[in-house]
């Protein structure tokens, strides 16, 4: 199912979110940064920044992304209410895994990939609970991708393998998935409703969920994605903060003139 072009068919489903308890939740790289051909020079840029630090005054907002808790962490200028890493696997509240497995895991399959791969172009990244292989440097892309994905698909203990841009993801086969992190998160803080944005394959285990409650938009059309919307590009970022920040704003302020009359009971 392909979305449609969200500030032309979608902003009016905003008025209705943020009426209460709304939860905002975002991808890191190639959402709220830029995709760059080696994953540490990624930086999230200063707009970016400026309004998610004033987002988080009127919402609960939650980064939900590949990379490392730490490694995202170290790129922030603002205290999100919630960083998620590994696809899920780290940060999501009550979370019951045991983080040493899933690191003994992918220390193994860390070894067997740096014995195998042999690639100058092909980089092995390990995030402590999962891998990412990347070949946005290789030679032949397609080349590449089929040998790693032959390969990846031979490792042990079996691996869940998420293709993206230029990159495989290898998580531990029960590794849960942004989607499932994105529903603990709106169980965790109470949230009502959330809104998702993302652009890569690992986003859509969110957007498939297909939940009235989560109103998801991906960066750029694709017309195998399941998200609700799509954002033509992720420029496009700015609006939608801007909207999002616009209209918790108005909530707020309305909230607070009708207490004040003494038609709403005080709310925590």
């Known amino acids: 199912m392909s979305g449609m072009p969200f500030f032309e068919s979608g902003i009016?489903?905003?008025?209705?979110?943020?009426?209460?308890r709304l939860l905002c939740a975002f991808?890191?790289?190639?959402?709220?940064?830029?995709i760059v051909t080696r994953p540490e020079a990624a930086r999230m840029p200063p707009g970016t920044m400026q309004r998610l630090a004033e987002l988080t005054r009127?919402?609960?907002?939650?980064?939900?992304?590949?990379?490392?808790?730490?490694?995202?962490r170290e790129r922030l200028q603002f205290q999100p209410d919630f960083i998620v890493g590994n696809h899920g696997l780290e940060g999501v509240p009550d979370s019951s895994r045991h983080r040493e497995d899933d690191e003994a895991m992918c220390a193994g399959w860390l070894q067997a990939l740096s014995t195998a791969?042999?690639?100058?172009?092909?980089?092995?990244?390990?995030?402590?609970?999962?891998?990412?292989?990347?070949y946005r440097l290789a030679r032949d892309h397609a080349k590449a991708e089929a040998n790693l994905a032959d390969l990846l698909g031979r490792l042990a203990p079996q691996a869940r393998i998420v293709a993206g841009k230029c990159v495989f993801n290898v998580m531990p086969p029960d590794a849960p998935?942004?989607?499932?992190?994105?529903?603990?998160?709106?169980?965790?803080c109470n949230a009502r409703y959330a809104i998702y944005a993302g652009d890569d394959v690992t986003d859509e285990d969110v957007f498939r969920m297909r939940r009235p409650d989560v109103l998801s938009i991906r960066i750029g059309r694709a017309a195998d994605s399941e998200a609700d919307f799509f954002l033509?590009?992720?420029?496009?970022?700015?609006?939608?903060?801007?909207?999002?920040?616009?209209?918790?704003?108005?909530?707020?302020?309305?909230?607070?003139?009708?207490?004040?009359?003494?038609?709403?009971?005080?709310?925590?």
């Open 12 to 20: 009016q489903h905003l008025d209705e979110l943020v009426r209460d």
């Open 58 to 72: 009127y919402a609960p907002v939650a980064i939900i992304t590949g990379r490392s808790v730490a490694d995202v």
């Open 232 to 268: 033509h590009h992720r420029l496009d970022m700015f609006r939608l903060l801007d909207e999002l920040i616009k209209r918790l704003r108005e909530a707020r302020a309305s909230n607070w003139l009708r207490t004040a009359s003494g038609f709403l009971p005080a709310t925590a």
């Open 27 to 34: 991808d890191f790289d190639g959402t709220l940064a830029p």
């Open 177 to 188: 998935h942004k989607g499932d992190a994105l529903q603990r998160l709106m169980q965790s």
């Open 117 to 134: 791969v042999t690639d100058p172009g092909v980089r092995l990244e390990n995030k402590g609970c999962s891998l990412s292989v990347h």
